[in-house]
C-alpha cells in the first residue's frame, strides 16, 4: 500500500510554500474530496492558501518610493555638481580667488568625495553635517557664495530636507500597517499539510472501499519535485562554503591552479 513520502517542510523558502499548499489544494480538489472524506481537509487547505498570500509581498512597493528616490537621485546631482565646480576653481586657479578656494575646499572635499558610494541615510547625515558646518563657521559659507556655489547649496539643502521628510513620511505610514508574522504562518501551514498527509494515510486503511491511489501518486509526484528544489539548493550551498572556505584557506597562486581544475 502506497504511503505519502515525507518532505522537510521547514525547508521550503517562504516563497516556495505558497505554490506548495496551492499545489496540494489543486491535487485534493480533483479527486472528488466528498467520496474521499476529505472536505474538511480541503477546507482547512483552501484558509491556508488564503493566508499564503500574506507571504507574497504583502504590500508591494510603497507609493512614495519612486519619489524618495527621484530626490535621492537630485541630491546626488547637486553633491557632484558642487564637486565638480571645485575641482575645476582648484584646478584653473583664477587670480584673486586662491583664498577662498583653500577657505572652502576642504569642507566639500571632506563630506562630499565619493559620498554616492554611501547608503541613503548617511548620505542624508553627511549633507546634513555639511550644513551645520557652514552655520558654524560662516566665513567658509560666504566663501562659498563668492565662488558661485549659492545656487547648488540652496538646491541640496532643499532636495535633502524633502528627501528626508517623506521617508519620514513612508515611515510613519508604514508603522501603521498590519503587523505579519511570517514565520508562525509558515508553522501553521506546515502543521496543516503534516496532519492532512497523516489523514490520507490513515484514511486509506480505514476505508478500504475508497480508492486513495491516484490521489496520493498525484501528491508524490509533486512531494519529489519540491525535495527535488531542497536537496539542489542544499547542494549549491555545500559546494558554496567548501569553496569558500578553499578559496580562503589558499594562497593567490594555488587558487588560481584549484579554479583551473574546476572549470
Same mark, same amino acid.
Given at each position: 500500500?502506497?504511503?505519502?513520502?515525507?518532505?522537510?517542510?521547514?525547508?521550503?523558502?517562504?516563497?516556495?510554500?505558497?505554490?506548495?499548499?496551492?499545489?496540494?489544494? +489543486?491535487?485534493? =480538489? &480533483?479527486? !472528488?474530496?466528498?467520496?474521499?472524506? /476529505?472536505?474538511?481537509?480541503? @477546507?482547512? $487547505?483552501?484558509?491556508? %492558501?488564503?493566508?499564503?498570500?500574506?507571504?507574497?509581498?504583502?504590500?508591494?512597493?510603497?507609493?512614495?518610493?519612486?519619489?524618495?528616490?527621484?530626490?535621492?537621485?537630485?541630491?546626488?546631482?547637486?553633491?557632484?555638481?558642487?564637486?565638480?565646480?571645485?575641482?575645476?576653481?582648484?584646478?584653473?586657479?583664477?587670480?584673486?580667488?586662491?583664498?577662498?578656494?583653500?577657505?572652502?575646499?576642504?569642507?566639500?572635499?571632506?563630506?562630499?568625495?565619493?559620498?554616492?558610494?554611501?547608503?541613503?541615510?548617511?548620505?542624508?547625515?553627511?549633507?546634513?553635517?555639511?550644513?551645520?558646518?557652514?552655520?558654524?563657521?560662516?566665513?567658509?559659507?560666504?566663501?562659498?557664495?563668492?565662488?558661485?556655489?549659492?545656487?547648488?547649496? +540652496?538646491?541640496? =539643502? &532643499?532636495? !535633502?530636507?524633502?528627501?528626508?521628510? /517623506?521617508?519620514?513620511?513612508? @515611515?510613519? $505610514?508604514?508603522?501603521? %500597517?498590519?503587523?505579519?508574522?511570517?514565520?508562525?504562518?509558515?508553522?501553521?501551514?506546515?502543521?496543516?499539510?503534516?496532519?492532512?498527509?497523516?489523514?490520507?494515510?490513515?484514511?486509506?486503511?480505514?476505508?478500504?472501499?475508497?480508492?486513495?491511489?491516484?490521489?496520493?501518486?498525484?501528491?508524490?509526484?509533486?512531494?519529489?519535485?519540491?525535495?527535488?528544489?531542497?536537496?539542489?539548493?542544499?547542494?549549491?550551498?555545500?559546494?558554496?562554503?567548501?569553496?569558500?572556505?578553499?578559496?580562503?584557506?589558499?594562497?593567490?597562486?594555488?587558487?588560481?591552479?584549484?579554479?583551473?581544475?574546476?572549470?
Amino acid at each position: 500500500m502506497q504511503q505519502i513520502q515525507e518532505i522537510s517542510l521547514s525547508k521550503l523558502l517562504k516563497l516556495e510554500l505558497p505554490q506548495f499548499v496551492k499545489k496540494v489544494t +489543486n491535487c485534493i =480538489e &480533483e479527486h !472528488n474530496p466528498e467520496a474521499l472524506k /476529505l472536505q474538511d481537509a480541503l @477546507n482547512l $487547505l483552501i484558509e491556508q %492558501r488564503s493566508k499564503m498570500k500574506l507571504l507574497i509581498a504583502p504590500y508591494g512597493k510603497h507609493p512614495l518610493t519612486d519619489d524618495i528616490q527621484q530626490l535621492h537621485l537630485e541630491r546626488l546631482k547637486y553633491v557632484a555638481a558642487i564637486n565638480m565646480h571645485m575641482k575645476l576653481l582648484n584646478k584653473v586657479n583664477y587670480e584673486g580667488t586662491e583664498s577662498l578656494i583653500i577657505t572652502a575646499k576642504a569642507l566639500v572635499y571632506g563630506h562630499f568625495n565619493e559620498l554616492r558610494r554611501n547608503n541613503q541615510v548617511t548620505i542624508h547625515q553627511t549633507i546634513i553635517a555639511f550644513f551645520l558646518r557652514l552655520k558654524e563657521n560662516p566665513e567658509i559659507k560666504d566663501a562659498l557664495v563668492d565662488l558661485g556655489f549659492e545656487h547648488y547649496l +540652496n538646491k541640496l =539643502e &532643499e532636495t !535633502n530636507n524633502q528627501c528626508y521628510e /517623506l521617508d519620514m513620511e513612508r @515611515n510613519r $505610514l508604514k508603522s501603521k %500597517r498590519l503587523k505579519i508574522d511570517s514565520g508562525a504562518i509558515q508553522k501553521e501551514a506546515q502543521q496543516v499539510l503534516r496532519a492532512i498527509f497523516e489523514q490520507i494515510n490513515f484514511y486509506q486503511v480505514t476505508y478500504k472501499e475508497l480508492d486513495y491511489g491516484p490521489l496520493i501518486a498525484q501528491l508524490n509526484e509533486l512531494i519529489v519535485k519540491f525535495s527535488s528544489l531542497i536537496r539542489t539548493r542544499a547542494t549549491a550551498n555545500k559546494t558554496r562554503k567548501i569553496k569558500s572556505k578553499v578559496k580562503n584557506a589558499l594562497s593567490p597562486p594555488l587558487l588560481q591552479v584549484w579554479m583551473r581544475n574546476k572549470t
